[in-house]
């Protein structure tokens, strides 16, 4: 009942606070009178006994406030009153507010839409039941780097651990499906049969798959995804007619899984792994692992368990070498997939917390700026009885209107933000489709505004109310130009900006000039004109349905010359640059010719001669793609006619391979055995030397290569390259109905080189993007107190340094960051601190023919920017008081 | 001879209100004067520290007010005790008498 009272008198003070303060009155003054006419009774004349019932009273308005102080809810009370005067105070000067407003809202809304995006991709639970206890297990080799699974070793994995409920592999790739509504290149992921027991999930239609469905030679089956059963199989209840062909061969569907479940990333299909029989092999590594862990199990106890597994397969297999693993490794799966896109996200978390800094700080100084011409306005309420405590809460009112208006906009920025960002971001940063802005984000940005508030109006509030208050009374009231001590702090503020700025410069400037130089690099191959396409038949093993899959591509390749403006057809395994994987590696052997290896068991000994063997990608190609990307043949030949499939086997080597395999010799005519990447034991002869390519990005040196004849060593997947002078357009129509004339089955991928070329860059160039992005919105408030100062006649020669001296200082950065081009940028941020210490006696004649690195470019033009004070806003500022 | 006035204790207001409002419902100058006389002249309370006590209990549900006429005809605003005041009333007392005894025996002057 009381609370019920409470509540109603709460209410009523916050919304009938007009009548509520009219009864007040009406109380006090009838109490005043009834004082009176008690006096008049005592025998008092009139007038006195007013008078003295009014002191006894001791003043209406002191009587009101004292109630009022009182009442329920006067908090609320005076905080809307605090931000109605606020309110008015913000609105008294437009030009500061929305500086401020601008300033805030940029920051709040950088920081807040990249911190969207490192919570989507590292900070948000991976969507499966208890997904922290999911974890990858990795082989390690004996360079201590990470390796997929061989089969064997997974097999052992799965079987000697004590540490997971549930432990599969899987992997993934791009085949061709049909029986569907059409054709189409589709993502599979072969699974082992405990695959969604790990993910915790079961099919929502149909069964999962068992132990038999796994077994060699048993019936084939397929899972689909939500989203394939919807589109492609048309939404069937009954899923036993439901057939699809995959990879030439016909799967029956025995399930759906739920809707969102897509792992690995785009996967539609999923079916039960080496139905053909396992790879015996120890260092054949095929597949991921994913487990989950058992209840009790800790990571560090997986680890040691996956280890000794690791270790006792090591010590035992008869496949040494360095492509055995050596130990394992438990790590949880979401770090394994984002692993390698934390360090570019907290760098880029870094920057825009910087930005956040430096605009607080250009905040702050605006904020200073405002409060000490109000030194009268403060002098006055504190001469009328505002305890400090009250001050300081007007500009903490202040500060969060400011700063809750800068975040509002700043979220509603974001929110674009965010979709530039994913339209930015590389292809390659994981989970980008769980990026949004989510209520975590939200709560993020609220609590960010909450900060910047507390922070910026806790730092005026102190610097404007310390000291006697009322002097500004004293003084005449003419609104100063700042203290001694404000001037001092306001110094301060322009050096940590600078510091701040010249942090995200550097960054910058290394990230740009690392583009320009990865850029620069001669990637050892054309990328222009040229058509990609790929196609992939159905996997075969058979002899003779591998060669007549090589005439297949035989005859495509010529009906694709006959397309009026291609001028060249190639096809290769692997284009260089692509996503999607890159080109197998592994060891061949050195051979002569009258070594005719029969098993390849009898390679196991010839592996132990360490001059015996070399290491190369494995490249399976035709003459044409050498002419089509123009990749120069050095000596020898490519290969030709002479090269048919009962011809003796040839290959292509790249120059480096050359180099370094055969140093001060000629490779040419040399035999090798590389058969242990297709299964195709013949010796391969080397009649030529090619250039080399960077295939695996800019920034990668280049790989040795092994190039075999796609002719002589056929394989079912292959893209092929198409040099045109045509529309790509026309050119891929033209392909499409070609295809279609000769197989209406297999599904095509087009794309041109220039976009998978350029997609390789993608995470480059957004970083660069984005940290240029900050720095080209760097607020330009800076200076204010500069303004003012000169507009005093106080400015001194060292201020007038400041900028030349800043662009003195990038010019040597953009040197600095020359010798340093490659380097990370959080690398790059660490050596700042270094390169800071050292800056101390660089010289003006350094500094001349330099202009031309990324980074001096940028800093001049920051530094200019920087130097040029804004006496037009600083005037306005003292006007606006 | 009436003894000098004594500032309140803390937490007697309150009380010396509600003791004061059992008698009937009263206006403000009726439950100064009341205490005034309850106390024989002990303690003397002030517009400003009644106005803002009346309120806060009237807030508390301790009391209830309404506009009514005073004795001179004249509109003034009148308290009276609640249920949930007379029960405060009842808890203060036995928590004034503790007190009270206690510091009695402490001082020594029972």
């Known amino acids: 009942m009381p609370l019920f009272v409470k509540a109603r008198s709460f209410l009523r003070n916050l919304f009938l606070s007009r ?148 432990i599969a592999k899987y992997s993934e790739y791009v085949v ?71 990879d030439g061969a016909v799967y029956s569907v025995i399930g759906v899984l739920p809707a969102g479940f897509r792992f690995p990333a785009d996967v539609d299909l999923w079916l039960p792994a080496d139905l053909d029989g396992e790879n ?48 394992g490794i438990v790590v949880s799966l979401q770090n394994s997939i984002t692993g390698k896109a934390r360090p570019p996200l907290l760098v880029l978390l870094g920057a825009v917390g910087f930005l956040l800094l430096v605009a607080c700080a250009n905040v702050a100084n605006l904020l200073l700026a405002q409060a000490s011409v109000r030194e009268r306005e403060l002098a006055i309420r504190s001469a009328l009885g505002a305890a400090r405590g009250r001050l300081i809460r007007q500009f903490l009112t202040e500060a969060f209107l400011l700063s809750l208006a800068g975040g509002g906009l ?144 035989s005859n495509l390749i010529d009906r694709l010359k006959q397309i009026p403006g291609v001028r060249k057809v190639g096809a290769t395994s692997g284009l260089p640059m692509n996503q999607d994987g890159g080109l197998p590696d592994g060891m061949f052997l050195l051979m002569t010719q009258n070594e ?35 990749i120069p043949l050095i000596r020898g030949r490519i290969f030709d006619e002479r090269d048919g499939a009962n011809s003796p086997h040839v290959a292509v080597i790249s120059e480096s ?9 000629e490779p040419i005519g040399h035999t090798i055995e590389f058969g242990n990447m297709d299964g195709d034991l013949r010796l391969l002869t080397i009649v030529g030397i090619v250039g080399d390519t960077h295939e695996y990005g800019l920034d990668a040196p280049p790989r040795p290569t092994v190039y075999v004849n796609l002719f002589q060593r056929p394989r079912a997947a292959v893209t092929l390259t198409m040099l045109s002078d045509a529309d790509t357009r026309m050119v891929t129509s033209a392909a499409r109905g070609i295809l279609q004339d000769l197989n209406p089955e297999i599904p095509a991928r087009f794309r041109t080189f220039s976009q998978v070329y350029s997609a390789s860059l993608g995470s480059r160039r957004f970083n660069v993007i984005l940290i240029g992005f900050f720095l080209f919105r760097q607020p330009p408030h800076a200076r204010d107190w500069r303004a003012r100062r000169s507009r005093r006649g106080l400015r001194r020669r060292s201020e007038d340094d400041i900028g030349p001296g800043i662009a003195h200082y990038f010019y040597w950065c953009g040197d600095w960051d020359c010798r340093f081009a490659g380097t990370d940028a959080h690398r790059g941020v660490a050596a700042l601190w270094r390169h800071c210490h050292r800056s101390a006696d660089f010289r003006r004649s350094d500094t001349a023919p330099r202009w031309r690195s990324a980074a001096g470019l940028f800093h001049s033009g920051a530094a200019r920017h920087e130097s040029r004070p804004n006496g037009r806003l600083a005037l306005r500022i003292e006007r606006g008081f | 001879m009436s003894p000098e006035p004594t500032s309140l204790l803390q937490g007697t207001l309150d009380l010396l209100i509600l003791k004061s409002l059992i008698a009937g419902e009263m206006h403000g100058l009726g439950v100064s004067r009341r205490i005034q006389q309850i106390t024989g002249g002990t303690f003397v309370v002030k517009p400003g520290s009644l106005f803002p006590a009346l309120h806060r209990m009237e807030e508390e549900g301790w009391i209830s007010s309404f506009w009514g006429a005073s004795e001179n005809n004249r509109r003034a605003k009148y308290y009276r005790l609640s249920k949930a005041g007379l029960r405060q009333l009842e808890a203060e007392t036995k928590r004034w008498g503790r007190i009270s005894w206690a510091i009695a025996q402490a001082l020594g002057v029972s």
């Not at chain 1, 839409?113 to 997904?131: C, E, H, M, Q």
């Not at chain 1, 990026?435 to 960010?448: E, G, K, R, T, W």
């Open chain 1, 19 to 166: 009548r509520v303060e009219i009864d007040l009155d009406q109380e006090v003054h009838a109490h005043l009178e009834m004082m009176a006419e008690e006096n008049i009774r005592a025998g008092m004349q009139p007038n006195d006994a007013l008078r003295a019932a009014r002191v006894e009273l001791g003043g209406i308005d002191q009587v009101k406030v004292q109630v009022r102080e009182q009442r329920l809810g006067n908090w609320l009370h005076s905080v809307l009153f605090d931000c109605r005067y606020g309110i008015r105070q913000l609105r008294k000067n437009p030009g500061p507010t929305a500086v401020i407003v601008f300033t805030l809202a940029l920051a709040i809304g950088a920081t807040t839409a990249i911190f969207s995006v490192v919570y989507g991709v590292l900070l948000r639970p991976l969507p499966y039941t208890d997904s922290n206890r999911i974890m990858a297990v990795f082989e390690v080799n004996a360079e201590g780097r990470w390796a997929h699974l061989a089969d064997p070793n997974f097999d052992d994995f799965r079987d000697q651990n004590r540490s997971f409920q549930a």
């Open chain 1, 410 to 553: 700043g979220v509603l920025g974001a929110f674009w933000g965010v979709a530039g960002l994913l339209g930015l971001a590389p292809q390659n940063l994981p989970r980008l489709d769980s990026v949004s802005i989510s209520v975590p984000v939200l709560l993020f940005a609220f609590l960010l505004s909450t900060a910047v508030a507390a922070g910026l109006g806790a730092f005026t509030a102190a610097r404007v109310t310390s000291g006697d208050l009322r002097k500004g009374l004293v003084e005449g009231g003419r609104g100063q130009a700042g203290s001694q001590g404000s001037q001092r702090v306001g110094r301060v503020i322009v050096a940590a900006q600078i510091a701040i700025t010249l942090v995200l410069v550097v960054g910058a400037g290394l990230l740009g000039r690392s583009l320009m130089k990865v850029l620069e690099v001669n990637p050892g191959f054309r990328v222009d004109k040229i058509v990609t396409m790929d196609v992939s038949l159905p996997w075969v093993d058979d002899p003779k349905a591998k060669a007549s899959q090589a005439i297949f591509f």
């Open chain 1, 280 to 327: 015996p092999s120890r260092t054949a590594h095929n597949y991921y692992a994913a487990g989950r862990l058992r209840d009790g199990v800790t990571v560090e106890l997986a680890n040691r368990d996956i280890s000794a597994i690791a270790r006792r397969i090591h010590d035992t297999s008869s496949e040494q070498g360095d492509y055995l693993l050596k130990d």
């Open chain 1, 176 to 246: 061709s499906v049909s029986g569907a509504s059409q054709p189409s290149r589709t993502t599979v992921a072969p699974v082992s049969p405990d695959f969604l027991k790990v993910f915790g999930i079961q099919p929502i239609l149909g069964r999962d798959f068992t132990a038999d469905d796994a077994k060699k030679g048993a019936g084939r089956t397929v899972l689909v995804s939500y989203g394939y059963w919807r589109q492609d199989l048309g939404s069937p209840q009954d899923l036993s007619q439901a057939h699809l062909k995959i």
């Open chain 1, 596 to 630: 005719i290896p029969r098993t390849t068991d009898g390679f196991g000994a010839l592996f132990q001669q360490k001059e015996r063997i070399g290491n190369a990608d494995f490249c399976v190609a035709t003459d044409g793609y050498f002419q089509v990307l123009g």
């Open chain 1, 657 to 665: 391979l050359a180099r370094d395999r055969w140093p001060n010799q």
